[in-house]
C-alpha cells in the first residue's frame, strides 16, 4: 500500500521507547556503526542528551515509521519500520531533514555492504566522498 504523507515531528517521551525497541532490532544494528544492543540506561542517558544534535520521528500516514537523526557534525542517521520499507518513506523523510538543513553540512557514514542505504542516500543527492578502509 502506497504511502500516502511523510513528516518529521519532534519527538515526545512517549518515543522514547519506539527509538530503543527499533535501533535495537538485528537488522537496524548490523547497519550501524555501533552493532551492540543498546541498554536502557544507555539509552536515557542519549534520549536525556539527544547525543549533542537533532532527532525527528518520522511519521508516515500518522504513524510512527521510525526517525531520523542528525548530530552535530552533520551526520545523518535513519531507521525505519519494517513495515515502511520499501514505500519511499525514507527518500522523503531525508529530503524534508536536506529542508530543514538547507546550507548544513548533512553526511551519511555507511557500511560497505548496505546497498539499500547506499542506493537511498544516493537517489536523495548524497555524492560519494569517501572510501575507508579497516583492518580487522
Given at each position: 500500500?502506497?504511502?500516502k504523507?511523510?513528516?518529521?515531528?519532534?519527538?515526545?517521551?512517549?518515543?522514547?521507547?519506539?527509538?530503543?525497541?527499533?535501533?535495537?532490532?538485528?537488522?537496524?544494528?548490523?547497519?550501524?556503526?555501533?552493532?551492540a544492543?543498546i541498554?536502557?540506561?544507555?539509552?536515557?542517558?542519549?534520549?536525556?542528551t539527544r547525543?549533542?544534535g537533532?532527532?525527528?520521528?518520522?511519521m508516515?500516514?500518522?504513524?510512527?515509521?521510525?526517525?531520523?537523526?542528525?548530530?552535530s557534525?552533520?551526520?545523518?542517521?535513519?531507521?525505519?519500520s519494517?513495515?515502511?520499507?520499501?514505500?519511499?518513506?525514507?527518500?522523503?523523510?531525508l529530503?524534508?531533514?536536506?529542508?530543514?538543513?538547507?546550507?548544513?553540512?548533512?553526511?551519511?557514514?555507511?557500511?560497505a555492504?548496505?546497498?539499500?542505504?547506499?542506493?537511498?542516500?544516493?537517489?536523495?543527492?548524497?555524492?560519494?566522498?569517501?572510501?575507508?578502509?579497516?583492518?580487522?
Open positions: 500500500m502506497k504511502v504523507s511523510v513528516r518529521l515531528a519532534k519527538p515526545m517521551a512517549r518515543d522514547s521507547r519506539f527509538v530503543l525497541a527499533l535501533r535495537n532490532r538485528p537488522e537496524v544494528r548490523a547497519a550501524s556503526a555501533n552493532t544492543v541498554t536502557i540506561l544507555e539509552h536515557a542517558h542519549w534520549w536525556c547525543g549533542n537533532e532527532l525527528w520521528i518520522v508516515a500516514d500518522h504513524r510512527r515509521a521510525g526517525y531520523v537523526r542528525r548530530c557534525f552533520g551526520y545523518v542517521s535513519i531507521a525505519l519494517p513495515w515502511a520499507r520499501g514505500r519511499k518513506v525514507a527518500s522523503r523523510a529530503r524534508a531533514l536536506r529542508r530543514r538543513h538547507p546550507d548544513g553540512r548533512l553526511v551519511a557514514r555507511i557500511r555492504d548496505n546497498w539499500p542505504s547506499i542506493k537511498l542516500f544516493g537517489d536523495c543527492g548524497y555524492e560519494r566522498t569517501w572510501v575507508e578502509y579497516e583492518c580487522r
